[in-house]
């Protein structure tokens, strides 16, 4: 099966948003990441800092899940919290983009489970906590004596969000179709490793 879209999971300060970038740059196709949360923002008319305060809440239950897959009707989704709605109103919108446009590049928010069925390429960035930390404190302005504490955190909302919403494992690499380490590659390399493996993959199908 072609996998046209391609989805990035990345653990903090690993340079993952910015390897996406790079890649959909290189491939000539639209990179969405940020941009999801603030459609969901304008469509259910609430602002993208409470949407985001939301999506970084640990959910309730693997209901998201069987939402999706079920005929539910608005009172049942009406009733759940917002927390537990974010999820819900993502993976339409990212559905729709994926109806419209055949090739993107999506960071984050489960892509590769919402996905899965449009045969999807999904890549893992993760790097050592050191490399992390340091790239937190010198590119992301984080305070040098937090950084540990936020980079952690971040990452366990991550897993937590990915883990509950799709009953896999964030950082199991079986369920990838490619692993970097961006620390040994660097930006630049692990895009043009994305991109090469992207196409030749491609060439199978084509």
Not at 63 to 73: D, G
Not at 166 to 175: A, F, L, P, R, V
Request: hydrophobic share 35%.
């Amino acid at each position: 099966m072609k996998k046209s879209i391609i989805t990035i999971e990345r653990q903090y300060g690993s340079g993952g948003s910015i390897i996406g970038k790079l890649t959909a740059e290189k491939l000539g196709i639209n990179y969405y990441n940020r941009k999801i949360l603030d459609m969901t923002a304008e469509r259910c008319g609430i602002s993208a800092e409470n949407l985001e305060s939301a999506e970084e809440s640990v959910p309730t239950s693997f209901l998201y899940s069987l939402l999706m897959t079920a005929n539910t009707t608005h009172s049942t989704e009406d009733s759940l919290p917002l927390s537990d709605k974010v999820f819900l109103m993502e993976s339409r919108i990212i559905t729709e983009i994926s109806e419209r446009e055949e090739s993107f590049v999506l960071v984050g928010r489960c892509g590769n489970y919402i996905l899965d069925e449009k045969g999807c390429f999904s890549v893992y960035i993760y790097a050592p906590e050191e490399y992390r930390i340091k790239r937190a404190v010198e590119e992301y302005g984080v305070n040098e004596k937090k950084a540990e504490s936020i980079m952690k955190k971040a990452d366990k909302r991550r897993e937590t969000f990915f883990n509950v919403n799709t009953g896999k494992s964030w950082q199991d690499k079986d369920i990838y179709s490619l692993c970097l380490n961006s620390s040994e590659l660097g930006d630049e390399l692990c895009a043009e490793i994305i991109v090469k493996a992207y196409n030749e993959y491609n060439k199978r199908f084509s």
